[in-house]
């Protein structure tokens, strides 16, 4: 099946700092990538949905200068987030999307918590 | 009112006992998803399903396209199977709208 990777798995940073959260899919090439953000016992909220070599698409709330997003391949996207503070403490997800028999089928990452002290 | 609701919110469960989850919605869907997500956090993907019936080893998806509703099964169920099970479904703009989930504890 197809496998989405996130690096880091978990990371904690200082207040202030940037953190670099990459998304890989493994074997295949990806059309779309998303990013989601989860709080404790809430479910996913999508941030972001970025193509390949074009802006990411922010929702509605979310800080484009904040969340840093760069999709320099068909198989990796990054998120930046940029002066972290502690509200910005959260599980990060990512999804990359292949065509399968014209549908597109999304496959989840392992997710990413930042902890910002 | 959410797009899409999941019952029951929390589920505890004999090891062994057959479970059931639902799952409605109520915006034009494309497809719909059962995800699995584990204490760790990482989110497996059971079923994507557009019609019908689907089956997994011990897991049974249906849908039910006309009453906006779809239920996911587990036979036999087993402490391994404790996760919280999450329900989206892809909206007519390719959007994913996820369901709260439904924290499932099965006790041996």
Known sequence: GAVVSQHPSWVICKSGTSVKIECRSLDFQATTMFWYRQFPKQSLMLMATSNEGSKATYEQGVEKDKFLINH???????????????????FYICSASRLISSYNEQFFGPGTRLTVL | ?????????????????????????????????WLQ??????????????????????????????EKHSSLHITASHPRDSAVYICAVKELTNKLIFGTGTLLAVQP
């Open chain 2, 1 to 33: 009112k959410n797009e899409v609701e999941q019952s029951p919110q929390n589920l505890t469960a004999q090891e062994g006992e057959f479970i059931t989850i639902n799952c409605s919605y109520s915006v034009g869907i494309s497809a719909l998803h």
């Open chain 1, 72 to 90: 320099a391949s068909l198989t990796l996207s990054t998120l930046t987030v940029t002066s972290a503070h502690p509200e910005d403490s959260s």
């Open chain 2, 37 to 66: 997500q584990h204490p760790g956090g990482g989110i497996v993907s059971l079923f994507m399903l557009s019609s019908g019936k689907k089956k997994h080893g011990r897991l049974i998806a249906t849908i039910n396209i006309q």
